[in-house]
């Protein structure tokens, strides 16, 4: 099972403003959470593309839409 994701925006030193998608697990021994252990993970990139994908495909449908 895939722990739940949650992401969000930060601020770098910079001034840059970055998409940081964390995941959280419990980490467990007899049946009790002893610890949590997080991981961070940069998906800034991933998402600019996912948003030119989509600009991209509603251009496309447009373009279609227009020519008939």
């Given amino acids: 099972e895939r722990p739940p994701a949650f992401e969000l925006r930060l601020n770098t030193k910079g001034g840059k403003q970055v998409v940081v998608e ?3 697990s419990p980490r ?3 049946d009790r ?3 949590v252990v997080g991981v961070g ?3 800034t ?3 600019q593309l996912e948003q030119q994908l ?3 495909r509603r251009l496309e ?3 279609q839409l227009a020519g008939g």
Wanted: net charge positive; proline share 0%.
């Fill in 54 to 56: 989509q600009q991209s």
């Fill in 33 to 35: 959470i002893v610890a």
């Fill in 28 to 30: 467990r021994e007899h």
């Fill in 22 to 24: 964390f995941t959280i």
């Fill in 61 to 63: 449908s447009i373009g």
């Fill in 45 to 47: 990139r991933r998402r």
């Fill in 41 to 43: 993970r940069d998906v």
